[in-house]
């Protein structure tokens, strides 16, 4: 009976993380009682606003949400709407938060505010964990857990090892994604009459890159190298639903030897061996290999000719990179096992 | 009357370069009588083996081909099968073949057999012009063009400029191309299951980049700037039927002040003003900009804080990046205006 | 020089039949100045706002086209806002108005406003002629030509040389349909993730079909044959962005022997030989085969074991189904040949 | 562990079926050791040849499979193919055999052999259960189960209700499907550049529809009301992976009311209430909606108009209609659960 196991709502449950969210929920053998929200959909029952998910549960409005009793709280809104719930969660007492949102990622609110704009809630700001458990393990006694940005765990998963071994001088990431990543809104850019059988960078602006999850990433590394450099991150919108695959050049100090492909495969190895969802094959990855899993999957390449190496990284934007992620960080946060209720995506 | 006009064959009419030129010859205003070939479909008439084609030519056998009286022979054979076509026609007379294969791209026939594999007429790799006007002229009296590959055209318009004016120190280009790209042979790569809701990287080999594209855009660069970097290559397969994008990663040597974007913009147009079919636009250009016509789309972004230049070119692979670009060079040689045929792809 | 062919307005170019009838115009050989309206883009040059459009024209306001001198106007407002619009075209003397909306297809006002509510010039209603020439002829002096629905061309365009020729019982017109003409609008329909990877039925409402066009198949039908029957038509929306084909089951009467396939054929090629732009094919047509270009491909097959005779009907939407039949009829009401401007759409 | 579970074997495991039964089986709660079997990849990883999956196993070749101690096998082999496997399993004394292909879906070795050519078993032919669960119910003690073919399930699902109750005179399905119902074979139908973008009619020959499924879904319904008429089929492709729709419009014999849609929908109800994986919605099905699941959604729409019933039938083909259906087959077979295996599938 699910009424026995974990309490839990999910707060933005119309858009395509929360949907996911709820399907992964829904299924997961420690989940009890799901609450669900959506202002737009409350009194719907979620299967027939969604036909594709099947859960019978009903969406409430925000704040009919019973909070008293909540083990657990996913907060899937909007960055700079995300803070002021997630205080207020914190404040009712509830154990756990995982916010989906770019609110808590970041180490330091200048930061923050430079990218994104003044934070609602900058006295939480110490207060988070940053969910990525491969690089960074559990939540380790933390009440909120920050969901990382799609992009930065691929990017973060493949990067860390290397750039704690060698000394890296110059990072770009080319990243593609799928049309869900862009959110569920409708507008012209996800038209599909715009999208299909096109390729679109974005995230420019002034004539520089300039897209929000590019702290994120340096931030990121930084924990890892202190004297990791600059990022340069190029996103582009991809006419498939989901997945994402990132391409990353990596430039190396004067001077330094390059490694062997398998070198870094064998840094991957060792780093993640033990982690149930990031892998590392000598083959490049695709989408293909992990769209529908939790999966990550890293692979490397090495040109000698001109003097770099090549990481790629392949995800599912909206598994690995948002709800399958906020999945693995509850049953971390809350001592179950990292698999639990994603076995069948691994 | 097309009888009035040009004498024009097509070897190799029933791939996608080989169809889509002859879309363009069939309106073409100075073609006349066009003969094409294909092996498989000899003897019949190419609209009811291609429906999407209107033209009511009958497809012959390579050996019917009337090769006396030719004017242009076009040759979208595949590379190491083209250059005895090739040979063979110029000894018949024909007074311009314009080879749609790598067979003549390159300068140096060391180069070529180390990419590909032994030449089978290195006695006419002199003769050849590489057919990328815009940035070389047109044939000026030579009677083999060799038409550029579809991503060095995309890759030659946006760096030819750049690697001219700038000390440049490394060439990343992170091409995506549609499936178009990937020739008309049946593959599980090729296959719809495989390649939808997909991207893939590609061209690695025992894990490096080793795509046949790398050095025929090396050449072209050191005949611009004899001290232009070795490039790295990285292509991907798209769920898309034609187009291409390229974001090309530039470091320029260590001390050279960065451009603005407006510079790279303003010599883009200094040295593509005069041309019809390259432009240059502040907004980074997308896949359906450009497919369906014969435009190449170029732009830039300077990343100040990762110093770095970002160099972004979009072309349709069968159109500017073969067919469109095979008939402008055809138009050239004779002496016809640069659009002549092309108008309604502009 | 442009300035002195036609004087050309289309109202309504943001889109999508706006902006591929915009795309026509620029190259028809007797179109001079165009005028293209847009609310929300006036004073912006086409090609910038839509850079897959070559056009150096700018937009203008409705109210700010110069209708003195104006040749032609074409009308690509949503049906109920076009007839304002086509009234006033032709009280300030315009001579040739086409609309590309449903106001002024309809013989019979009372149909019309059951179907789509109150019409606003029903003065007008006798004036048009429904314009879909390969089977209705030229304007033949009326003023205001009514560019046919897409839909209904496909399915009149198959179905007019049966019902002519056989007692049929029953049609039902099951159609697909590219997103494009779902129009510009960004929805949750037409929004990339929703539309791709699915195909979903459509126009059904109270559990019954619905879609505003059937009553449209059905009166053509009768101008043709007065005992035709009631049409089912059902409309599904497809991954794809253009194109659209259409699979016809046609019962005949009790007792009607059933044609062979080749009568039918035979039938299309006499009705629609001396056409440019209808072709019948003894092989069921494809949406790729008509694409892009302004072609209806027909074709037939019989169910002897069943006793049905099937139809099958592809043409590309935006072009034969909307903007290519616009210039079709504009060059048969001023007396220019079929296919001026749209030679390149065979 | 696995070990302790059902000794299960798969034949043909490199095929989109076999690929996807191989992913249901290794999380099937109930099965212990897997065979699979390929002849081109014997002795390779599955999850290394098809990274998408993490299966373990090592593919081996077919008589390399240990048939002694087998419970239960699945022959994912093409027609004709299939029944001398299925045979020899069953001769060795396998309890039970799941058969993808046609070979023993049919109840007339005459009629097999009209629409497939030589039966290579027909001694079998009585000895198998046709497993459409929702509608023949279990395998009752038959060795071998016919899984049926994926357009059937969809047709007869939602026909059968409405056959069993009102004089239908008339069916024809008019159904959608995604590529990878086209079999994973690389061929210029399945060529990305052929399916993208397009939707083509097919099992036509001779001009007339030809399909194998059709007398499969004759036989059917008319186990169901002996009365039941000839079925028109007529099958498109669709620029999908997975999924099918069908839209099947019913003539009913003269004079016979049309039903409520409510009724329609309340047959489905009564029938398939108790069974897990059918469901019936006011709201027309999307394959989006069934996509990655084992559910078939069902619907009406009743037209007064023209006298006659809509039947909408969606599913994934892989899954309600091949590889899920096996696997509910099993389960029944055996006395497990309808669901097990198939829970994260609802």
Not at 91 to 98: E, F, Q
Not at 127 to 149: C, M, Q, S, T
Not at 163 to 189: D, I
Not at 294 to 320: H, P, Q, T, Y
């Amino acid at each position: 009976m699910r009424g026995m196991g974990l309490r839990v709502a999910v707060y933005g449950g119309s858009g395509y993380t929360g949907g996911e969210l709820l399907r992964l929920l829904v299924g997961h053998p420690e989940v009890g009682a799901i609450q669900v929200t959506s202002r737009q959909h409350a009194g719907s029952v979620v299967g027939e606003v969604y036909p594709q998910l099947a859960a019978r549960e009903r969406f409430v409005a925000p704040d009919e949400v019973e909070v008293p009793g909540l083990d657990v709280a996913f907060v899937a809104y909007p960055h700079m709407e995300s803070a002021a719930v997630v205080r207020e969660l914190l404040g009712a007492g509830v154990g756990l938060v995982v916010d989906l949102s770019a609110d808590f990622r970041l180490g330091d609110v200048a930061v923050y505010e430079e990218w994104y704009g003044p934070h609602p809630a900058p006295e939480l700001f110490g207060e988070a964990h940053y969910g990525l458990p491969d690089v960074f393990g559990g939540a380790n006694g933390k009440r909120i857990v920050a969901n990382p940005g799609c992009y930065p765990t691929a990017a973060i998963l493949a990067l860390a090892p290397v750039v704690e071994r060698l000394p890296v001088s110059s990072v770009t990431v080319n990243a593609l994604s799928g049309v869900s990543g862009a959110g569920a809104k409708a507008t012209q850019k996800t038209h599909f009459v715009s999208a299909n059988e096109n390729v679109a960078p974005y995230g420019l602006s002034g004539g520089a890159p300039g897209h929000r999850h590019t702290p994120e990433i340096e931030e990121m590394l930084r924990r890892v190298e202190p004297g990791a450099p600059a990022v340069t991150f190029v996103p582009h919108l991809l006419p498939i639903t989901r997945g994402e695959l990132e391409t990353i050049v990596v430039h190396l100090e004067d001077g330094t030897e390059l490694p062997e492909t398998g070198d870094v495969l064998g840094w991957y190895e060792e780093d993640y061996g033990s982690w149930a969802f990031v892998e590392a094959r000598a083959e490049a990855p695709q989408i293909s290999h992990v769209a529908g899993t939790n999966r990550a999957r890293l692979s490397a390449a090495v040109d000698r000719r001109a003097g770099k190496v090549l990481l790629f990284a392949a995800l599912d934007n909206l598994l690995k990179g948002a709800s399958g992620a906020a999945v693995q960080n509850m049953n971390l946060a809350l001592g179950y096992p990292e698999s639990a209720g994603l076995e069948h995506l691994r």
